[in-house]
C-alpha cells in the first residue's frame, strides 16, 4: 500500500464515519475507497467491518445525551444485535457472499424510501418507547436480528436499514432513533470484526488509516444530527440511500 492510498483511507474514513454516523451509509465511501487500493471485495468487506467499529466507539460516546432512557430497549436488542452479527460474520467466512450480494440493493432501496415516507410521531404511553409495545415487539426483535446478520455478512448500509426500523417502530426522534441506531450496530460489528480478527486474514496496513479517519467523522456525526432540521436530514439520508441502492444495483448486476 502506497502513502496516497493511506491519505486515501484516512479521508474515506472520515466522510464514512461522519454519514455512517448520521445516515448509517460510511460503506459508500469506505468500500469503494479499499477496492481502490487493490483489495478483493471479500478482504474490503472484513477491513471496513474493522475499521468502522472504531468508528462506532466515537458515534456511540457521541449520541450520549440522546441514549437517556433508552437502556432497557437496548439491552433487548442489543444481545439480538450481537447474536446477529456473529451469525453474519460466520456466513461470510464459509459462504460466498456474491448471491446475497444482490438482494442488497433492494434492501437499501427499500430502507431509504421508509425513512422518506412522513409519519407523525407516535407519542409513548406512559413514558415506555413505542418499541417495547406488544405491538411492535415482535416485529423489531426479527428486524433488528436479521439487520445485524446483514451488517455481519455484507455490511453496506446496515446502519440504513436499522435506522428505517427503529424509526418506523420505535415512534422516536431522528436523533435518538440515530442513537440507538450507533449502539446497535456497534454491537452487531463489535462481535463481527472479533470474529474476523481471531477466523480470518486482516489487512491492518488498510483497516489503520481507515479507523483513524472514521473515529474523528464518527464523532463528528451525533453533534450535526443534534443540530440539524429533520426534514430536511431525513431527505438528505433517503436521497442518498437510494443513490446507494443504484450504485450497489449496478455492481451487483452490472
Known amino acids: 500500500m502506497t502513502g496516497w492510498d493511506a491519505v486515501l483511507l484516512v479521508g474515506a ?3 464514512g464515519g461522519l ?3 448520521i445516515a448509517g451509509l460510511a460503506s459508500l465511501f469506505t468500500y469503494p475507497a479499499l477496492l481502490l487500493t487493490g483489495l478483493t471485495p471479500v478482504a474490503a468487506n472484513i ?23 433508552q437502556a432497557r430497549p437496548l439491552r433487548i436488542w442489543g444481545l439480538l444485535a450481537a447474536v446477529g452479527g456473529m451469525s ?15 438482494i442488497v440493493p433492494f ?23 413505542a418499541m417495547l409495545s406488544g405491538r411492535v415487539r415482535p416485529v423489531v426483535a426479527i428486524g433488528v436480528f436479521a439487520v445485524a446478520v446483514y451488517g455481519g455478512y455484507f ?10 426500523l427503529l424509526l418506523f417502530a420505535g415512534g422516536d426522534t431522528l436523533p435518538r432513533a440515530n442513537a440507538a441506531k450507533n449502539i446497535l450496530m456497534l ?27 472514521a473515529v474523528v467523522g464518527s464523532w463528528l456525526g451525533p453533534k450535526v444530527v443534534r443540530r440539524a432540521p429533520a426534514t430536511v436530514l431525513r431527505a438528505i439520508i433517503g436521497i ?5 441502492a443504484i450504485r450497489l444495483g449496478i455492481q451487483a448486476y452490472g
Open 13 to 15: 474514513g472520515v466522510a
Open 19 to 21: 454519514t455512517g454516523s
Open 47 to 69: 477491513s471496513n467491518t474493522v475499521a468502522l467499529l472504531f468508528g462506532g466507539f466515537g458515534s456511540a460516546a457521541s449520541s450520549r445525551p440522546e441514549l437517556t432512557g
Open 88 to 102: 453474519g460474520a460466520a456466513l461470510l467466512l464459509l459462504t460466498p457472499a456474491d448471491n446475497f450480494a444482490r
Open 107 to 129: 434492501l437499501v432501496g427499500l430502507a431509504a424510501l421508509t425513512i422518506l415516507i412522513p409519519r407523525r410521531r407516535r407519542p409513548a404511553a406512559g413514558g415506555v418507547p
Open 155 to 164: 455490511g453496506a448500509a446496515a446502519g440504513v436499514l436499522m435506522l428505517a
Open 187 to 213: 454491537t452487531a460489528n463489535g462481535v463481527a470484526a472479533v470474529g474476523f480478527v481471531i477466523f480470518a486474514d486482516v489487512p491492518w496496513s488498510h483497516v489503520l488509516p481507515l479507523a483513524a479517519g
Open 240 to 244: 442518498a440511500g437510494l443513490g446507494l
